[in-house]
């Protein structure tokens, strides 16, 4: 083989697991970092070299949900039988990410895309989950179960970590859990081919180009191990998920070997993430929000990211912890999110949970791991009912109740499926019309009253 680095040597799988279930089940000491034995080295969700893989499905050969021009049937098929010139057009940038040639030809050798990513990339799915459906997949006994035995099992690793970067545990933990199951579902993709396929190939290669190169600087480098450097369609590898560009700024080698290694060492694992959420702004000892009571008088035009009012003024506009719990910190600032309008429970979110999005931004996975960590550190379910009596508006219904709004002559802007903060706004206005509860809250009934039933 061309050698791709500095080479590393590796333990056999079965042996590092026994041992390292040994020494933490002997309560063995991790610290210091630079003489922890190979007991926390580990493959979590990793696909051993001699595992025969399931034949992946093949593209549809139709063209994208998004009408991309990129994506389109004909575009796609052009683009991949240019695939072998794109690759090789890319040996420049490479080597300014110091990828030797060696490295290069060796890793890019053979390469073939996965154009069943082209399906992927585009597949929009007629139903979206509600957020109480989606806690439902993720939030379950099995996972808190699982979660706690986790956190006792590497109490030291989560220790040091802990003290190194003030991110609360049952945070770290949370992500672990929710992004792969603890490393159980990370994914069986080479990422190398996916990163390098979405290089060259559909309506995102700009964005994947960065991604494939420094995906090839993590092989050439050794960093982590190629025949474990399998992840999600998209790129996103290890049991909580980095992206190569994420793996780059953030990971960090604190087991001490020389190598920032993601996916099969615990520690390196923990403080990367860690790492990732200090520098995007985690604030130590401080919640990440709060399960609170929305009074149906309150002007719901408030419930928006923007409006970061404190705990106190929150307080004084009717809404208040559930059970009446006081707020330990009552001048910390937070932004009111009621998901399912005023049918289900609220939440003040603090600037941690800003911080969780940018990890993944959509509002109902930050909730997910603020409530899963809750719960991994011996918190209740949510008090308040979730509305399960609503159905979920398909993107066809949504994409209905934004004409129909405009019909009754509200601004929702361009109608695209959406429900933004215009669309939101649109509906409030509707229910304030009919004399219902303002909440903005598109639900099934609300889309009947929209089309006369």
């Known amino acids: 083989m061309v050698p791709m680095g500095p080479t590393r040597s590796r333990t056999p799988r079965g042996f590092i697991l026994s041992l390292a279930v040994a020494a933490l089940a002997a309560g063995g000491n991790l ?76 890793l890019t050798n053979g390469l073939k895309p996965d154009l069943r990513l082209m399906d992927l990339m585009d597949s929009q799915p007629e139903f979206t989950k509600s957020f109480w459906d989606y806690l439902d997949v993720l939030i379950t006994d099995a996972r808190i179960q699982k979660g706690r035995e986790i956190l006792e099992k590497y109490r030291p690793v989560f220790d040091r970590v802990e003290h190194a970067y003030g991110v609360d545990r049952h945070i770290l933990a949370a992500i672990w859990g929710v992004e792969t199951n603890y490393g159980t579902l990370a994914g069986d993709r080479p990422v190398l081919r996916s990163v390098a396929t979405l290089a060259c190939i559909g309506r995102r290669q700009a964005y994947f180009r960065d991604e494939f190169l420094i995906a ?17 369609w998209a790129g996103a590898f290890g049991p909580t998920q980095f992206m190569p560009r994420a793996f780059k700024r953030f ?20 403080a990367s993430t860690a790492n990732m959420m200090k520098k995007n702004g ?25 409006r970061m009012l404190s705990m106190r003024q929150w307080e004084q506009l009717g809404v208040h912890r559930v059970n009446r719990a006081a707020f330990p910190r009552p001048d910390d600032h937070a932004f009111l999110l009621v998901p399912a309008g005023v049918q289900g429970p609220g939440f003040l979110m603090t600037h941690n949970f800003r911080v969780i999005m940018k990890y993944n931004p959509a509002e109902a996975y930050a909730l997910a791991i603020g409530h899963l960590a809750d719960r991994l550190r011996g918190g209740g379910a949510f008090v308040q009912d979730w509305p399960r009596y609503e159905r979920v508006l398909s993107r066809a219904e949504r994409l209905e109740l934004q004409q129909l709004l405009a019909n009754h002559g509200f601004n929702i802007g361009e109608p695209d499926g959406r ?12 229910q304030s019309r009919t004399g219902r509860v303002p909440d903005g809250f598109a639900s099934a009934s609300v889309l009947d009253m929209l089309r006369g039933r």
């Open 31 to 106: 610290t210091p970092v630079a003489a922890q034995p190979k007991a926390d080295r580990l493959v979590t969700g990793s696909i051993p070299a001699n595992t025969k893989m399931p034949a992946a499905k093949p593209w549809s050969g139709e063209s994208g949900a998004s009408g991309h021009p990129e994506m389109t049937a004909e575009a796609i098929r052009a683009a991949a039988d240019d695939f072998p010139r794109c690759i090789q057009s890319l040996w420049p940038q490479a080597a300014r990410h110091g990828v030797s040639r060696a490295s290069f030809e060796t």
């Open 419 to 430: 429900l933004g903060g215009e669309t939101r706004a649109a509906i409030r206005a509707f």
């Open 282 to 306: 985690w604030q130590a000892g401080h919640s990440w929000g709060y399960e609170v009571v929305v009074p149906a008088t309150l002007d719901f035009s408030l419930a928006d990211k923007a």
């Open 251 to 270: 990971a960090v080698d604190f087991d001490g070997d020389g190598h920032r290694d993601t996916v099969d060492s615990i520690p390196d694992m923990l």
């Open 216 to 232: 090839l600087e993590i092989l050439h480098r050794r960093d982590i191990a190629p025949e474990h450097f399998v992840g999600s």
